[in-house]
């Protein structure tokens, strides 16, 4: 049986992986876990809006247990097949260091986001607090988690590169894995990468680079955030509105 350990080296692995870069689909809930797993993926990333929407919560909004048990449900049916689960866990939803990790470790993921922005306000954290809670993950997780650090500079409307690379240099200090400039101008993304010497998570979004086009841009990583929920949910209703008698 793999550990935990091996698990979670295994999945750090991919980041590296020079030669293919590492998509993560995101999702919401067991069923949408088992199509992507079925489809040939080996690792997916939770959203943390996605499954907060099909719990029936407003982003950020989604209480820590049934976050955590939507997550294990994603482990339990896909885990088995050696499919590797990361999990958007938010802001740490005011934990110690050594619960979160335990509950991270209870549902079975290899990895998790950490953002740098407060889940109710919304605004940036001081990043040397971040930093600090960063190491605390660390310090308890070892190496059983890839640690993808958030930097919310770029989504709460700051332009310039340099607060999201002083950011991410920081948080490699602490020990984070990837680091994670979400919403970040794909024309960043190599200099980000130069920057902070770690792999780097880019946002596929609508209308934006292709998946590919974001790995040539600096990209290692790419996650989808809500956006893969959302668009299922918009064919639903497309079906939905098919169903209505005329």
């Not at 959203?47 to 099909?54: E, L, N, T, Y």
């Not at 097949?81 to 991270?104: I, K, P, T, W």
């Amino acid at each position: 049986m793999t550990t935990t350990n091996e698990a979670a080296a295994a999945f750090r692995a991919l980041h590296h992986d020079h030669d293919d870069l590492l998509v993560l689909p995101g999702p919401w809930d067991a069923a949408s876990a088992r199509v992507f797993a079925d489809a040939g993926f080996r690792a997916l990333a939770t959203p943390s809006a996605g499954i907060s929407a099909s719990l029936g919560y407003a982003d950020g909004t989604a209480p820590a247990d049934e976050m955590f048990a939507a997550v294990a449900r994603i482990v339990r049916v896909v885990g088995a097949e050696g499919v590797l689960v990361s999990a958007d866990l938010e802001d740490g939803y005011g934990l110690s260091a050594r619960e979160f990790v335990e509950r991270a470790l209870e549902a079975g993921v290899v990895g998790c986001n950490l953002e740098d922005s407060d889940r109710g306000s919304g605004a940036l954290r001081d990043p040397r607090e971040q930093a600090d809670w960063i190491a605390a993950v660390r310090a308890e997780a070892g190496d059983r988690l890839v640690i993808n650090a958030r930097v919310d500079t770029f989504l709460r409307g700051v332009e310039e590169v340099g607060p999201a690379v002083e950011r991410g240099r920081l948080y490699v200090a602490a020990g984070a894995d990837c680091v994670y400039p979400i919403l970040a101008p794909g024309a960043l993304l190599a200099e980000i990468a130069a920057g902070v010497g770690v792999p780097v998570n880019a946002l596929a979004v609508p209308g934006g680079p292709s998946v590919r086009e974001l790995g040539k841009l600096g990209a290692s990583r790419v996650t989808f955030g809500g956006g893969l929920h959302r668009r299922s949910m918009a064919a639903l209703g497309e079906l939905a509105a098919e169903l209505l008698l005329p």
